[in-house]
């Protein structure tokens, strides 16, 4: 019984298996997961129109307003040059998000594909994804991102390339173990015999039963992602002031905690910290969801 069997459309009387039915159904038994798509929803809504809703403009400067505390009118309060943190906080989920997202979809699609092709013909270039992916683990993931972008210059493309090239590993591991237990399965061997090139079998049979487990490493990496960009920002090698950008606020209100304007470093911190909540929580979701096998 191939991945498609399991999602067919349920007969007359039996339990409704159709992926809305099974999203609701997966969302309403599971509390944080619930929890996890009402943070997702409000961190994409702040990312597509974060500039729009902000209440001030995240650049505009007014030294009169200086390391004011939360209020009604700021509600994160200002920081030392009189910017309203609560609209660069909403700013820079745009930042974040479109780095961390470019960043995992290229990392996912390049690292699925060269998995799959590594586990399904295995031999000499199945042995070279295996060093290139050791090479990269031998160094620590976030010291090889700042390597790459301290050589190649901290512009937003070589902060997605070095995301990207850190997160490679985890989706070429995957792919290549998923395609290496399924590539002598019956329904593969039915889909060769039948005539599929090795294009179609990887794409139309191989890929959905990969892309459960992926989807739980795109989840997980997004939140990494994130961290990655907020700690090359925090230490100077990411996004450049005064872009506003979560790391870039935490590290700029750290030198004010001492003194006690603790609300500089505290929403930016907070907020990142929610989002990769966030993401950590979605995965085990998407997870369930996408999994044919547990549409029951």
């Given at each position: 019984?191939?991945?498609?069997?399991?999602?067919?459309?349920?007969?007359?009387?039996?339990?409704?298996?159709?992926?809305?039915?099974?999203?609701?159904?997966?969302?309403?038994?599971?509390?944080?997961t619930?929890?996890?798509?009402?943070?997702?929803?409000?961190?994409?809504?702040?990312?597509?129109?974060?500039?729009?809703?902000?209440?001030y403009d995240?650049?505009?400067t007014?030294?009169?307003?200086?390391?004011?505390?939360?209020?009604?009118?700021?509600w994160?309060?200002?920081d030392?040059l009189?910017?309203?943190?609560?609209?660069?906080?909403?700013?820079?989920?745009?930042?974040?998000?479109g780095?961390?997202?470019?960043?995992?979809?290229?990392?996912?699609?390049?690292?699925?594909?060269?998995?799959?092709?590594?586990?399904?013909?295995?031999?000499?270039?199945?042995?070279?994804?295996?060093?290139?992916?050791?090479?990269?683990?031998a160094?620590?993931?976030?010291?090889?991102?700042?390597?790459?972008?301290?050589?190649?210059?901290?512009?937003?493309?070589?902060?997605?390339?070095?995301?990207?090239?850190?997160?490679?590993?985890?989706?070429?591991?995957?792919?290549?173990?998923?395609?290496?237990?399924?590539?002598?399965?019956?329904?593969?061997?039915a889909a060769?015999?039948?005539?599929n090139?090795?294009?179609?079998?990887?794409?139309?049979?191989?890929?959905?039963?990969?892309?459960p487990?992926?989807?739980?490493?795109?989840?997980?990496n997004?939140?990494?992602?994130?961290?990655?960009?907020?700690?090359?920002?925090?230490?100077?090698?990411?996004?450049?002031?005064?872009?506003?950008?979560?790391?870039?606020?935490?590290?700029?209100?750290?030198?004010?905690?001492?003194?006690?304007?603790?609300?500089?470093?505290?929403?930016?911190?907070?907020?990142?910290?929610?989002?990769?909540?966030?993401?950590?929580?979605?995965g085990?979701?998407?997870?369930?969801?996408?999994?044919?096998?547990?549409?029951?």
């Amino acid at each position: 019984m191939t991945a498609a069997n399991l999602s067919a459309p349920a007969r007359p009387g039996e339990p409704s298996t159709s992926l809305w039915s099974h999203t609701r159904y997966v969302i309403g038994e599971n509390p944080l997961t619930a929890v996890a798509f009402l943070l997702f929803a409000l961190f994409l809504v702040m990312a597509v129109a974060g500039p729009w809703l902000a209440p001030y403009d995240p650049l505009a400067t007014n030294a009169t307003a200086a390391m004011q505390p939360p209020s009604m009118k700021h509600w994160f309060g200002t920081d030392a040059l009189g910017r309203d943190v609560l609209s660069r906080v909403m700013v820079a989920t745009q930042v974040d998000f479109g780095i961390a997202l470019s960043a995992v979809l290229l990392s996912s699609v390049v690292g699925i594909g060269l998995g799959m092709l590594a586990g399904y013909h295995g031999g000499l270039f199945d042995r070279l994804v295996g060093r290139v992916v050791d090479t990269i683990m031998a160094f620590p993931l976030f010291v090889l991102a700042m390597g790459i972008v301290a050589a190649l210059g901290n512009t937003v493309a070589n902060i997605v390339l070095a995301t990207a090239i850190i997160n490679l590993p985890f989706y070429l591991r995957v792919a290549r173990a998923e395609t290496n237990i399924r590539r002598d399965a019956g329904f593969i061997e039915a889909a060769r015999v039948t005539g599929n090139s090795t294009t179609r079998v990887l794409i139309f049979h191989m890929l959905p039963n990969i892309l459960p487990p992926a989807m739980v490493q795109i989840s997980l990496n997004m939140g990494l992602a994130i961290l990655n960009c907020a700690g090359l920002s925090f230490i100077g090698l990411g996004v450049r002031p005064p872009q506003p950008e979560w790391g870039i606020m935490v590290a700029e209100g750290a030198q004010y905690i001492v003194s006690g304007e603790w609300w500089v470093a505290l929403f930016p911190g907070a907020v990142l910290m929610l989002a990769v909540f966030c993401f950590n929580l979605l995965g085990d979701g998407l997870r369930d969801i996408i999994d044919p096998r547990r549409r029951t």
